[in-house]
Nanobody, 124 residues
Framework: QVQLVESGGGLVQAGGSLRLSCEAS????????MGWFRQAPGKEREFVAA??????????AESVKGTGRFIISRANAKNTLYLQMNSLKPEDTAVYYC???????????????WGQGTQVTVSS
């Protein structure tokens, strides 16, 4: 079992940047594929990005894929997952959740473990 705690959210102006962090504790962090999801007000939670256990493979939602705006990474030695968010837009406003699963193909869909979320608000 793994426990996940997100941090780094806040209020930022459009065009700005934030880096979210997710610190894991419990079972060995490198055993897990990791992901980021977000939930905007009145909308369902959606997948944002995922990374495999050693960082060699990443995947992104179509809404951010190819834009370079969001970059997922991990530091296994620090038990920490990151999401670098650049050129933020008001529509990026949401609660961002960190997630974990033993299976990379699953972490983007129905991960077993979730953090409590961190609020990101982008003002126009």
């Amino acid at each position: 079992q793994v426990q996940l705690v997100e941090s780094g959210g806040g209020l930022v102006q459009a065009g700005g940047s934030l880096r979210l962090s997710c610190e894991a504790s419990g079972r060995t962090f490198s055993s897990y594929a990791m992901g980021w999801f977000r939930q905007a007000p009145g909308k369902e939670r959606e997948f944002v990005a995922a990374i495999n256990w050693n960082g060699a493979s990443t995947m992104y939602a179509e809404s951010v894929k190819g834009t370079g705006r969001f970059i997922i990474s991990r530091a296994n030695a620090k038990n920490t997952l990151y999401l670098q968010m650049n050129s933020l837009k008001p529509e990026d406003t949401a609660v961002y959740y960190c997630a974990a699963d033993m299976v990379y193909s699953i972490v983007a869909k129905t991960p077993d473990y979730w953090g409590q979320g961190t609020q990101v608000t982008v003002s126009s």
